[in-house]
């Protein structure tokens, strides 16, 4: 499946569409001035757009389903 991507709208103006993990690293920079939201635009500067922090998250507690590491001899 293809993700969606997001309109944001970069400092000098210039429009765009990116990635959600690519708005993640221009909110962070301070490349962009707003982007859009399904219920419309966010500015960045007004707004102070928050970052998802990954690292707050709990430790996963449901089962490992990642195949295991091929073992060499």
Do not use: C
């Not at 001035?33 to 922090?53: M, N």
Request: net charge positive.
């Amino acid at each position: 499946m293809k993700e969606p991507l997001i309109e944001v709208v970069y400092m000098d103006g210039t429009g765009s569409t990116v990635r959600n993990d690519v708005l993640d690293v221009l909110i962070a920079t301070q490349k962009i001035l707003r982007f859009r939201r399904a219920d419309g635009w966010v500015d960045i500067i007004r707004e102070k757009a928050k970052l998802r922090d990954y690292r707050s998250r709990g430790k996963y507690s449901g089962s490992d389903r990642r195949a295991p590491w091929p073992h060499r001899e």
